[in-house]
C-alpha cells in the first residue's frame, strides 16, 4: 500500500514540477491585445484556520497566462508587470512554463514590451 502511494506521490510531484516550471517552453508572443485581467482568490482550510491565496489570471489574443513571481528564473517583479498591464492594449509577451489544464496551470509572464 506505500509503495502505491510513493509511486503517486513522485509522480505527482514529477509532473508538477515539470508544468510549472518557468524555466522551460520560454517563448515571446508577439502583439497580444491584452482582453481582461482577473484576480483569482481562493480560501481554504476550517475552524477559525484558514488562508487565501490569490491568482492574477491575464487573457489576451494570444492566450491565457498567469502573472506570478516565478522563483526557477529569478523573475520576483510580478506585480510591476499586472500594474503595467492594460485592458486593449497591445504587448509583447515573454512567457515560461506550460499550460496544464488537469492542475489549472498556466504559463507565467516573465516580461512585458509595450505597450505599442
Known amino acids: 500500500m506505500w509503495r502505491i502511494a510513493a509511486i503517486t506521490a513522485i509522480c505527482a510531484a514529477l509532473g508538477i514540477s515539470a508544468s510549472a516550471c518557468a524555466a522551460s517552453n520560454q517563448e515571446w508572443h508577439r502583439d497580444c491585445t491584452v482582453l481582461s485581467k482577473d484576480t483569482l482568490y481562493d480560501t481554504s482550510g476550517s475552524n477559525g484556520h484558514t488562508s487565501t491565496t490569490r491568482k492574477n ?32 492594449k497591445v504587448y509583447d509577451l515573454k512567457t ?18 509595450g505597450p505599442k
Open 57 to 88: 489570471r491575464l487573457s489576451t489574443s494570444c492566450g491565457a497566462f498567469s502573472v506570478d513571481d516565478a522563483w526557477e528564473v529569478g523573475s520576483f517583479n510580478s506585480w510591476d508587470l499586472w500594474a503595467r498591464l492594460e485592458q486593449g
Open 96 to 113: 515560461g512554463g506550460y499550460r496544464n489544464g488537469v492542475m489549472g496551470m498556466f504559463p507565467v509572464v516573465l516580461e512585458i514590451k
